[in-house]
């Protein structure tokens, strides 16, 4: 089964990797800024969910603001009675009480995060179709991140088939 995967943030970073890493295996659409795609602005964000309308798995991976939660809630809308997959990159600092509590700026970052994850959990509550993994990430490291992410993804086409 040929996978089709949709990812955001895949110019920079980790997202960068797994996209490249993912196009070897996988039908790969990545959505960024750099071509057009700014998750902060609900006409992009509309733009992404009908391109990936007939996709398998979304990997709701960049991270601005509140954002990363909102495309959450929009697709899970689209996608609710769709055997599909979602993967939410999230953060360690989630469950790290002290973490950031010395500065606004990371107090805020945790916030979101925590909000992103309680979605997920809410929205899985409704025992829906689509399937949501949070994924949290402490220390970005690519091959490790990708290895997990793959099995994920593997698990998931077991499941589907």
Known sequence: MD??????GHTKGLGQYLYSE???KYHVKGFSRSNG????NPFD??????QIQNFDIFVNLVHNY???SDILFELFQKWEHKNKLI????SAVVDDLDWGMKRF????????????????KTLKSKNSKPKIVNYKISEINFDTDFTSLNNIIDEFRLLKK
């Open 66 to 68: 509140y954002h990363q």
């Open 45 to 50: 964000r509309k733009k992404i969910l009908e």
């Open 105 to 120: 700026d990371l107090i805020e970052y945790k916030n979101q995060k925590q909000n992103l994850e309680n979605l997920a």
């Open 22 to 24: 993912f196009t070897k």
């Open 37 to 40: 795609y700014d998750i902060k």
């Open 3 to 8: 996978l089709m995967i949709g990812i955001t």
């Open 87 to 90: 993967i939410n990159i999230s």
